[in-house]
């Protein structure tokens, strides 16, 4: 890995910035690409983009940059995108900044701005060598994500078209699964979910076979339609407690098996109206392998313990020896999957070794 410390004004910076469908996001000459394929959206807001051109107005330094050099020439932004554009937006006169336009300054001003010096550090090396940079420099700003990494390193035609279908603000997969799916699109949140939903959470596996082998992502973007839509019929009346589940994985293992909605729906309204079920979320994985560990039975409380303790005068009704409290553990007398309460009636307090006994059972 090759790494040189270089520093160039923002006048060469912003010369021939242009942001379009086309070209994309180009600056330095037409020889820096802003937006590679792994980097996110301008996510900056205001308060964000003006704190950058406060620093070049007041002649502070600015936090240095990472560029890679591609070998032909051009560069990429690994590190800078955010405060590039801020940068090149701001003098092309896309903002105002203190009420005034660049092209309102006076020409000393613009030219302290022009003048104003960067600090890059460029780098030449392997797609591995730079993912391996990306994860161990003071990446100053909005960090790369785990999933920018890789989209760093597998930049290909399949990921420059499953970014159109789960990377754009509003792009399709937000659109048909938002309610189902946690994060943001530029964030990658929505690509991240779904690979790791088609690849078993083998996500760079099957990155970097289809970067190799596909144009395109349809088999992505087929995969994630049939598990929104799985969704939608097997449940089709929508709690906020459905958003960010492992939706995948449950698609994955139940997609043929035959599934009733209504009768689910019946068992999922009853479950979430049990106070003793304290994790509701959990309720959409319980009703395919009713496994109470998904849902979290609420435990019998420390009062309730000592009542139950003392009405059995410290007695295990099981093996009719007597134990300290500390040394007996509380137990549902009717489980709660055949309709027992976790009430202090329905309680009965079992020395450790009887209770481990019948929870084997």
């Given at each position: 890995?090759?790494?040189?410390?270089?520093?160039?004004?923002?006048?060469?910076?912003?010369?021939?910035?242009?942001?379009?469908?086309?070209?994309?996001?180009?600056?330095?000459?037409?020889?820096?690409?802003?937006?590679?394929?792994?980097?996110?959206?301008?996510?900056?807001?205001?308060?964000?983009?003006?704190?950058?051109?406060?620093?070049?107005?007041?002649?502070?330094?600015?936090?240095?940059?990472?560029?890679?050099?591609?070998?032909?020439?051009?560069?990429?932004?690994?590190?800078?995108?955010?405060?590039?554009?801020?940068?090149?937006?701001?003098?092309?006169?896309?903002?105002?900044?203190?009420?005034?336009y660049f092209g309102n300054l006076t020409e000393d001003e613009k030219k302290q701005i022009l003048d104003y010096e960067l600090f890059i550090y460029v780098c030449k090396g392997t797609d591995k060598e730079k993912l391996k940079w990306f994860r161990t420099i003071n990446i100053a700003g909005k960090k790369l994500t785990d999933q920018e990494l890789l989209n760093a390193v597998y930049a290909s035609p399949w990921l420059t078209d499953a970014k159109r279908y789960f990377s754009k603000p509003n792009c399709g997969a937000y659109l048909l699964g938002n309610k189902y799916v946690s994060g943001s699109p530029i964030q990658q949140d929505f690509l991240e979910t779904a690979l790791k939903w088609i690849s078993n959470n083998q996500i760079e596996d099957y990155m970097a076979r289809h970067a190799i082998s596909d144009k395109d992502a349809g088999e992505l973007w087929f995969y994630y339609q049939q598990v929104i839509g799985w969704i939608m019929a097997t449940f089709p009346k929508y709690r906020k407690e459905m958003k960010g589940l492992d939706w995948g994985v449950l698609y994955n293992k139940y997609k043929e098996v035959t599934i009733n909605p209504t009768a689910i729906e019946g068992e999922v309204a009853r479950l979430m109206q049990d106070s003793d079920v304290e994790n509701k979320r959990g309720i959409y994985t319980y009703v395919f392998d009713h496994d109470e560990h998904h849902i979290g039975i609420r435990a019998f409380d420390a009062n309730t313990k000592r009542e139950v303790y003392e009405r059995q005068?410290?007695?295990?009704?099981?093996?009719?020896?007597?134990?300290?409290?500390?040394?007996?553990?509380?137990?549902?007398?009717?489980?709660?999957?055949?309709?027992?309460r976790t009430i202090a009636e329905n309680c009965q307090m079992l020395c450790q070794?009887?209770?481990?006994?019948k929870s084997d059972k």
């Open positions: 890995m090759d790494i040189t410390l270089q520093k160039i004004t923002i006048g060469q910076l912003s010369k021939d910035y242009v942001d379009n469908a086309e070209a994309g996001v180009r600056a330095f000459g037409g020889l820096l690409d802003v937006r590679p394929p792994y980097q996110r959206e301008f996510v900056y807001n205001d308060k964000e983009r003006d704190a950058v051109i406060d620093t070049v107005v007041n002649n502070y330094p600015l936090n240095v940059m990472y560029w890679s050099d591609r070998g032909d020439g051009t560069y990429e932004i690994i590190d800078g995108q955010q405060r590039t554009i801020s940068i090149c937006q701001y003098v092309s006169g896309d903002f105002a900044h203190m009420m005034q005068q410290g007695i295990c009704p099981i093996c009719g020896q007597h134990f300290d409290i500390e040394f007996m553990e509380a137990d549902h007398i009717t489980p709660w999957s055949k309709g027992g070794e009887c209770n481990r006994r």
